[in-house]
């Protein structure tokens, strides 16, 4: 495998420096993640919490590399080359403010409660069904979406890279890729669980920042030096306003101009700007405070003060990433937007020849028809066509429908014109009850947006064999994070409580729990590599998206339980198992049948349901006697708090509050 990888890399990148970087970087990581874990697989606390000895520096890094990965390159920079632009960078900015509010509130409560896992808090808390439940839950969305999405991302960045080639007559495709990741993060992780993540992490957390920078230099510098004639916006209008004396950043100001924004609509399906006010932070908190392969990082913290110094690191460097993303990502549409529409069309292709088919001979199906706001925007007429199909096809009058539709507050006529089609085509399927929808239509593949420029703008001589491994590293990075997660809940939350030899001495039990946390690593990443490629299909609306929509399924249960939990002292036991198996019932009856209501304000509206349930319940079944979490005197010098980082928080709010206020569109109407 390393020498299809060397050979296809030699030809794709035809300079010696930049495979000499790559393979470097990779031997690199390797090294050092073997190097510094060789003695961690002795007992269960040193193999899926590295001893509790993780350093501040340490734990800051790996946060970052296991949160920021093809997920962001790929998935952020493509919404940002949407219309979406630099809006996205609330995941980002509030994220910010969420590592803040886990360093003091949250941190605290989960090291006071010696804890291997997140699920397990809630034994403390509630009872040990509703552990098993979240354990089950999160266990699923780990292997299922969190490995599969980020893997399939990484993938399709490589597969794009290489553009169909092959050695020795293996395909670099998707699929091949899919393996290598899957693979690289596996072994390690077998190896050194967490220790070695973190000091893996060490090297690609803050190689992925230099990466980034490098590809926003080469990006504005190819923007810069190109021929306005080439250049492309989200308008007309602002192409029309270039001139040749323009320098890189003012083209790019000029461009990006209705981008350049915080906030978007409250009609806005993706972000709207009701969203920022309440239902962006559900997710936020619960990914940092509450998802076990991001806090499994300070689980391991040598100290409250250590990891409180970790998480206000991240939320720095939380701060800076937009403009390494995101503003990368926009500038890939301004130079390539032929090469994404292209992209789009050719997966595209045979829905679009299903549509033809069916227009000239209508027949007995009943299967409509379904496009994004890129399809609408770049094929106005066809999205119209198909508009009247849809229509006459399940007997639904249009101007009915779009009556109905604006009259619920769906259709808005502040909308602009792809907007407006996208809605009449939700009018129309609202009113076609149980009609089903084939593949979705797509106008630009605003997920290549990111791959493109590592292919087309940054440059060889060392400078693309460090991206790419830079990248690799970073998607390799999220995974085994993910790898890790999964296995601990399994071994710790699972086989240990149900499944494991109570007959066996502790020595043995410590033993066989690494072990099985070893062979669940093989058995979930062979899982992930198998279901990856699935998410190619348009229909999931990009990997960034996708990933947050699914997350709704458990994240506002989850919050809700821990919430509850932390400061609704006699709420009774019994509800956080209840909090739990509600939420995807809420959630997905939601999804059902307000499909109008964007994945956001649907997490927010499960969260409120789930919280007015705890307050009914504390009435009429509360605790007999408050919720008091024990404290072990032996630990009051482990458990003090940092000084230092709670300044540092303090300055990450106030950054955070100048970035919005610069980047607020104040004209811009929001309802």
Same mark, same amino acid.
């Given at each position: ?6 050979? *296809?890399?030699?030809?794709?990148? +035809? ?35 590295? @001893? ?44 910010? %403010? ?12 989960? %090291? ?8 397990? $808090? ?65 072994? $390690? ?22 990466? +980034? ?13 190109a021929d306005i004639g080439s250049l492309a916006a989200g308008s007309a209008d602002a192409v029309s306003k270039l001139t040749a004396d323009m320098g890189a950043w003012e083209r790019f100001s000029t461009l990006n101009a209705d981008k350049l924004r915080m906030n978007l609509p409250s009609w806005d399906l993706v972000l709207p700007?009701?969203? %920022? ?8 908190? $619960? ?20 990891? *409180? ?77 198909? %508009? ?54 797509n106008g630009c593949d605003y997920d290549a947006a990111f791959p493109l420029l590592m292919a087309k703008v940054v440059p060889t001589g060392g400078f693309k064999g460090f991206m790419l491994a830079a990248l690799l590293g970073a998607i390799v990075s999220s995974v085994a994070a993910m790898l890790n997660a999964a296995s601990t ?61 699914? *997350? @709704? ?112 569109? $104040? ?5």
């Open positions: 495998m390393t020498n299809f990888l060397f050979a *296809q890399a030699a030809s794709a990148f +035809g300079n010696g420096a930049d495979v000499l970087v790559f393979f470097a970087f990779l031997a690199a990581v390797a090294f050092v993640a073997f190097g510094m874990s060789r003695n961690s697989g002795g007992d269960s606390e040193s193999y899926f919490l590295a @001893g509790r000895g993780l350093k501040w520096w340490l734990i800051g890094f790996s946060l970052i590399a296991a949160n920021i990965s093809a997920e962001q390159f790929v998935g952020m920079s493509g919404q940002a080359a949407d219309y979406i632009g630099l809006a996205v960078a609330s995941y980002e900015w509030i994220a910010a %403010l969420s590592l803040v509010i886990v360093a003091f509130f949250f941190l605290p409560r989960f %090291l006071k409660a010696g804890i291997y896992t997140i699920p397990e $808090y809630l034994e403390t808390r509630y009872n040990k069904s509703a552990r098993s439940i979240m354990s089950i839950m999160m266990m699923i969305m780990l292997v299922a979406v969190n490995i599969t999405v980020v893997t399939f991302a990484g993938a399709k960045a490589y597969a794009v890279f290489f553009d169909g080639a092959s050695v020795g007559g293996v395909a670099l495709d998707l699929t091949f890729f899919c393996w290598v990741i899957g693979i690289f993060a596996a072994l $390690y992780i077998f190896a050194g669980g967490l220790k070695a993540c973190a000091w893996a992490d060490l090297l690609q957390g803050s190689a992925l920042i230099l990466a +980034g920078a490098v590809v926003l230099f080469f990006s504005l510098k190819a923007l810069g030096s700007v009701t969203a %920022l006010i309440f239902a962006i932070w559900i997710p936020n908190l $619960y990914y940092w405070g509450l998802n076990q392969y991001i806090i499994q990082r300070t689980l391991g913290a040598k100290s409250l003060g250590e990891g *409180q110094k970790g998480l206000v690191f991240a939320a720095f460097m939380k701060l800076l990433i937009p403009f390494i993303v995101i503003f990368p990502g926009m500038i890939a549409l301004n130079l390539f937007s032929g090469d994404m529409k292209a992209n789009a069309e050719k997966a595209s292709a045979t829905e679009m020849a299903r549509f033809e088919e069916v227009k000239a001979n209508p027949t007995s199906d009943a299967t409509l028809f379904s496009f994004n706001r890129s399809f609408a925007l770049t094929y106005p007429e066809k999205a119209d066509e198909i %508009l009247a199909f849809n229509a006459a096809a399940s007997g639904v009058n249009l101007d009915e429908a779009v009556a109905a539709a604006k009259e619920a507050g769906k259709i808005n006529d502040g909308m602009k014109d792809e907007e407006m089609r996208v809605a009449k085509l939700a009018a129309i399927q609202a009113k076609a009850t149980g009609a089903k929808t084939g593949p979705m239509l809940i399994f071994s710790m939350d699972i086989y240990n409580e149900y499944l494991v030899n109570k007959n066996l001495d502790e020595a043995a039990r410590q033993k066989k729990l690494v072990l099985v946390g070893r062979i669940a690593v093989v058995a979930f990443v062979l899982v992930g590599c198998v279901v990856a490629p699935m998410w190619a299909n348009p229909k999931f609306g990009g990997v960034f998206k996708a990933i947050q929509e699914f *997350q @709704g399924y458990i994240s506002p249960g989850i919050f809700a339980a821990f919430v509850v939990g932390f400061w609704m002292k006699k709420a009774p036991n019994s509800y956080g198992a209840i909090a739990l198996i509600a939420c995807p019932i809420l959630y997905g009856a939601l999804a059902t049948f307000v499909p109008s209501l964007d994945f956001l304000n649907r997490m927010a509206v499960t969260f409120g349901v789930l919280i007015a349930l705890a307050v009914v319940m504390s009435i009429v079944c509360p605790r007999k006697e408050a919720f008091v979490q024990a404290t072990d005197e032996s630990k009051a010098e482990f458990l003090k708090e940092s000084k230092g980082a709670k300044i540092g928080g303090w300055v990450v709010v106030a950054l955070t509050v100048v970035l919005y206020l610069i980047y607020w569109d $104040y004209d811009l109407p929001m309802f």
